[in-house]
């Protein structure tokens, strides 16, 4: 069983595109994320949200706009894409306040943007 | 702000040689600290972590770090490396909420065979 499913692994656009991530934890936490990895593999947050709330935006786009229907679920989508878009995405989850044991991450989402 | 600084971006070693990976981190709060590793093309796995304690934790595969309250560091470690650790390593800090894992600009680590 993955405890932290991304889906799709691969996502090829055009610029100017709208387009989805879906991220689905089975582990019963309360808290997930989305995080950003560059070219140059720099990790960075970019939402976090606990029971369906937002409690972290740090300084991302507004076309970025990340949707919990419940806690089990974080999806990210993106519209108007551009080319600086193009990364690999994210997900991960943790229980809040249980700070010992990290994060368990998603295997990631390649975007290209063409 | 909590930030976490790692000072070798690449480094390339032979199999058998010994490894160690700087960290450094700036938080004002109750430390915990990770080390994931990232295999190409793979998610980020944790390799190991420190909360409290003892300051040398051992993680999976061989690897061990040791916590240096006053240096501010929390340096990976292994003894003797193997082709298959080639990888991606990262130091994190997490806030004492638990909601902020700050991760390092990552330490790329080449191993020839």
């Known amino acids: 069983d993955t405890a932290v499913s991304q889906t799709p692994k691969y996502l090829v656009t055009q610029m100017g595109n709208d387009k989805s991530i879906k991220c689905e934890q089975n582990?019963?936490?309360?808290?997930m994320y989305w995080y950003k990895q560059d070219s140059k593999k720099f990790l960075k947050i970019m939402f976090s949200?606990?029971?369906?709330?937002?409690?972290i935006n740090e300084t991302v786009p507004n076309r970025f706009s990340p949707k919990s229907p419940d806690k089990a679920h974080l999806n990210l989508h993106i519209n108007s894409l551009e080319l600086g878009d193009s990364a690999v995405y994210f997900c991960?989850?943790?229980?809040?306040?249980?700070?010992?044991?990290?994060?368990?991450f998603g295997s990631g989402t390649r975007l290209t943007v063409v | 702000a909590q930030s976490v600084s790692q000072h070798n971006h690449h480094v390339i070693l032979s199999e058998a040689a010994s490894l160690e990976l700087g960290c450094n981190y700036s938080?004002?709060?109750?430390?915990?600290l990770f080390w994931y590793v990232q295999y190409p093309g793979q998610h980020l796995q944790l390799l190991l972590k420190?909360?409290?304690?003892?300051?040398l934790v051992k993680g999976i595969k061989g690897f061990e770090a040791e916590f240096i309250k006053s240096k501010f560091s929390f340096n990976l470690r292994k003894p003797s490396v193997q082709w298959s650790d080639t990888a991606e390593y990262f130091c994190?800090?997490?806030?004492?909420?638990?909601?902020?894992?700050?991760f390092g600009g990552g330490t790329r680590l080449m191993v020839k065979p």
């Open positions: 994190a800090v997490l806030n004492n909420a638990g909601n902020m894992l700050t």
């Open positions: 582990l019963g936490h309360d808290t």
């Open positions: 949200y606990n029971n369906k709330e937002l409690i």
């Open positions: 420190y909360f409290s304690g003892d300051p």
């Open positions: 938080y004002g709060g109750t430390v915990n």
């Open positions: 991960a989850s943790s229980q809040a306040g249980v700070t010992n044991y990290g994060y368990t």
